[in-house]
């Protein structure tokens, strides 16, 4: 499963890169902090899934959700954020994210996230 992480915070980027790199089968092709960049470089790669962050210092991450998912409907996108309120939560959900995680209490949840997602991909090459 190729993974593409949009994240603001290079500390954080990092965590997330040594965190999923432990996940077999789990490659991280790309890794952007703005919108931008990362709605090009998502649209210019063979992206399976993407972790990420609602408050982006180039802009609010639910945009680019809502134009990845306009594009690119299959691919999909964990939300992971400081910012896990109610209503953004259900902002994320109405725009397609596939799940929606608080940084501090749900990052572990990620491998999980990643693991079930694979599973119908990988079924897919089979047949």
Known sequence: MNLFIVEDSVLIQN??????????????????????????????????????????????????????????????????TNHSTDDNRQHAMRAGADGFLDKSTDFERIPDFLHRWQIPNFSNHIN
């Open 15 to 80: 965590r997330l890169i040594r965190f999923v790199e432990e996940v077999p089968g789990i490659h991280v092709i790309g890794v952007s902090g703005d919108i931008e960049s990362a709605f090009e470089r998502v649209l210019n790669s063979e992206t399976d899934a993407i972790i990420l962050d609602l408050q982006l210092g180039t802009g609010n991450g639910l945009q680019l959700l809502k134009s990845i998912k306009q594009r690119k409907p299959l691919v999909k996108i964990v939300v992971l």
